[in-house]
């Protein structure tokens, strides 16, 4: 009897030790999955900033109904068409964006190259969609 709580007891202790190193490992990211979740967050902060960017283009194409100085008009279209760039912008990342998967067959190295670059893409798609609702934001005042 004394055998088997032993032997019971040390099992415990095994097992629970190995669970605690598997999960350490599996809480430890790589530097490429790290990269890949910066990525997404930056497409998932900005993503929802689309409608913003289509309410606004509604709005615009409605001030322009009105009687409006030509310069007036030039400037709303000139936003309208900021607004546009910044939807393609997203559109087209979303469409090139390959995310890595663990069969994926490019080094470390690769998707650590190519991460950065989509990272620096993204961010750049993120501040062209803020500064096109800000400055169409700027021309739809006074729509509601």
């Given at each position: 009897m004394k055998f088997y709580l032993?032997?019971?007891?040390g099992s415990l202790v095994f097992f629970s030790c190995n669970s605690t190193t598997t999960t350490q490992s599996e809480n430890e990211l790589s530097k490429?999955?790290?990269?890949?979740?910066?990525?997404?967050?930056?497409?998932?902060?900005?993503m929802p900033k689309m409608e913003t960017i289509n309410d606004l283009r509604v709005k615009l194409e409605k001030r322009?109904?009105?009687?409006?100085?030509?310069a007036m008009l030039e400037?709303?279209?000139k936003s309208l068409n900021k607004l546009e760039?910044?939807?393609?912008?997203?559109m087209?990342?979303?469409r090139a964006y390959k995310m890595p998967s663990k069969n994926d067959e490019r080094s470390e190295e690769e998707l650590i190259k190519y991460l950065e670059?989509?990272?620096?893409?993204i961010?750049?798609?993120k501040n062209l969609m803020l500064s096109s609702i800000a400055d169409g934001e700027n021309w739809a005042t006074g729509m509601e």
């Open positions: 032993q032997l019971l007891l490429v999955e790290l990269l890949a979740a910066e990525v997404i967050g930056i497409h998932d902060e900005v322009k109904e009105g009687k409006l100085k030509t400037a709303i279209d760039a910044a939807d393609d912008a997203m087209s990342w979303m670059s989509e990272k620096k893409r961010t750049e798609v």
